[in-house]
């Protein structure tokens, strides 16, 4: 089935990970190490790649269940509101009192290349519990998707308990810090890791292809079930049991970078929840990403599944 002819009311993915404010500075470079510099704007807006992979997945024709944590502060009630004017079910949104809404300190460049500096929050205190509490949606779903913005533990009680009960499992392994779990690869049908992050999961140094293909074949000895590696203006290639698949990226004049990855995950999702098959939705994937960087900001930049289609590839 191809994106077209997919049936959005079917589909549904449930997305355990970070909601955060963006407190986002645009200026001409980014800052060197002991470097002040002059920005030219300061904006916030909802992100966490949690947040950002739901709403990207309901843009692009999902039903999303978010489950994560805000704090009891404007920025958690913002965050909350942004989630339902996408139509995200926020019933697994859990306010915790005693700690402040996560946020992400973004500085963007001229290119539309960003850092980011996250502190995390009340994202900390996601708990197994809150997952469990969850079973109805995890049994309703046909993709569960995590990323690592919130604790190891429950990432890891996320992934066995949606693989255990016959789930398309996605992870995000964002941010990475070096390799995951061992148990945690088998539980994985697609590990989706950008190039620095692959290189710390792996081991493998990632320099052009044929780096970023040895990093995904270790990743797959270790169990992962398909490495999907997004390889930035390279595009992005898929790693499986079959071999290594290749697609290029779409051209587009990039403003800013933030949140692409998140879009590309949630579009991916969303198609597989609709039933496309494996190559449309990563090429609606990329579609969407694509369309992502032309504008600001992280969900505000996130377009919709009609604007993805009537975009002139």
Known sequence: MSVEENTPAQAVVVVVGSLNMDLIVRAADLPRPGQTISGSSFA???????????????????QVSMIGCVGDDPNGRALRQALLDDGVDCDGLRVIPDAPTGVALITV?????????IVPGAN??????????????????KVVVCQL???????????????????????????????????????????????????????????GREGAEAAAQVLLERGAGKVLLTLGEAGAALAGPEGVQHFPAFQVSAVDATAAG?????????????GCAEVEAIRFAQQAAALSVTREGAQPSIPNRQQVLAWPW
């Open 44 to 62: 916030t807006a909802a992100g966490g790649k949690g947040a950002n992979q739901a709403v990207a997945a309901a843009r692009l024709g999902a």
């Open 109 to 117: 460049d001229a290119a539309g290349q960003n850092t980011i500096v």
């Open 124 to 141: 900390a205190a996601l708990a197994p519990g809150q997952v469990d509490a969850l079973e109805s949606a995890l049994q309703a779903a």
């Open 149 to 207: 913005e919130v604790p190891e533990h429950v990432v890891g009680h996320t992934l066995a308990r949606a693989k255990a009960l016959g789930k398309t499992v996605i992870l995000n392994p964002a941010p990475a810090t070096g390799p995951l779990p061992a148990q945690w690869l088998p539980w994985i049908d697609y590990l989706v890791p950008n190039e620095s992050e692959a290189q710390l999961l792996s081991g493998v140094a990632v320099a």
């Open 262 to 274: 998140d879009t590309f995950i949630g579009a991916f999702a969303a198609a597989l929840a609709q």
